[in-house]
């Protein structure tokens, strides 16, 4: 079998785990089940070379802060929501970090979605089902993390004594 044949083959899930509630995995049937939004098209630069990668046409997806609350992000009289950050991986070890405020309390999280679709044409494994894409970005390549996996909950530091 040939690497195409077998991407056809694997089925794209991500995972909510870590710091939350009910961890779960989620399939591209069931992220669809979830509230839908779509970005604006943008042009995709690379940060680290400035380099112009592509236009990309109009992404369709779930909020990654819905995931995060069907995953339960804030317990019940705990304040460890404010310390937490969201480490996204993709399926090659690529990872970038998002903050509970940016998603949660900022209009970044108004467009950090979880893409299946894109210019109304359901996106393959090949294009980086499901992409994760952060479309307040001012360069949106770094957080633009294709085949995405995992969404992993990390409270950072100690409670205040
Ligand atoms: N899964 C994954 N997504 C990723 C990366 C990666 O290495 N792995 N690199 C990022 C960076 S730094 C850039 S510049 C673009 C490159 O996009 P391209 O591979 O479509 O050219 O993908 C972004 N998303
Ligand atoms: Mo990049």
Redesign the pocket.
């Given at each position: 079998m040939d690497e195409s044949t077998i991407l056809q083959l694997a089925e794209p899930v991500v995972t909510i785990d870590g710091n939350v509630e009910r961890p779960m995995s989620l399939d591209v049937p069931a992220l669809r089940e979830f509230e839908s939004v779509a970005l604006e098209p943008f042009d995709?630069f690379?940060?680290?070379s400035g380099r112009f990668?592509r236009f990309v046409d109009s992404y369709r997806g779930v909020q990654l802060r819905v995931l995060l609350d069907a995953a339960g992000v804030r317990r019940p009289g705990s304040s460890d929501f404010k310390r937490t950050v969201f480490l996204a991986h993709?399926?090659?070890g690529?990872a970038v970090t998002f903050s509970w405020h940016e998603l949660f309390n900022s209009p970044v999280g108004d467009r950090a979605l979880v893409a299946y679709a894109c210019g109304e044409k359901s996106l393959d494994i090949d294009e980086g089902l499901p992409v994760l894409v952060s479309g307040a970005d001012t360069v949106r390549?770094?957080r633009?993390?294709?085949?995405l996996t995992r969404i992993e909950a990390i409270v950072l530091g100690s409670p205040r004594p």
């Open positions: 995709l690379c940060f680290t990668i993709g399926h090659d690529y390549a770094p633009h993390v294709k085949r």
